[in-house]
């Protein structure tokens, strides 16, 4: 062998053995995802601070593959225009605007 085919075939080795076992898994893969926005109007995306404009480029960096239904779920507080914000970077990425519920009773 020249000097130049094993540098060949040990970088074809080092790449077969990135797809083995210690390859990072795959992103997860999510049918719904909720945003929240509170009285401040800070918006979270699972428990997790994101800004309101820039939900769905987050949606998309962490669920690349997926293509989720969004539930809002606004403070009764919130501000119209961060809801705005809201709604309309989710909907300019394609995924489908859900439900407002937010899993509260009547009561709460």
Avoid: H
Avoid at 25 to 51: F, H, I, K, T, W
Avoid at 72 to 78: E, V
Avoid at 89 to 105: N, R, Y
Wanted: charged content about 20%; glycine content about 6%.
């Amino acid at each position: 062998m020249t000097p130049g085919t094993t540098r060949g075939s040990m970088a074809v080795a080092s790449l077969l053995a990135a797809c083995g076992a210690d390859a990072p898994p795959p992103p997860p893969v999510v049918d719904v995802l909720r945003v929240s926005s509170d009285a401040d109007n800070n918006c979270s995306l699972e428990d997790r601070s994101v800004d309101c404009t820039q939900v769905a480029s987050v949606i998309r960096s962490r669920y690349p593959t997926s293509k989720p239904r969004v539930d809002i779920c606004l403070d009764k507080q919130t501000r119209y225009e961060a809801a705005t914000e809201v709604m309309q970077s989710v909907t300019a990425a394609g995924f489908t605007v859900g439900e407002f519920d937010c899993g509260k009773s009547a009561a709460g």
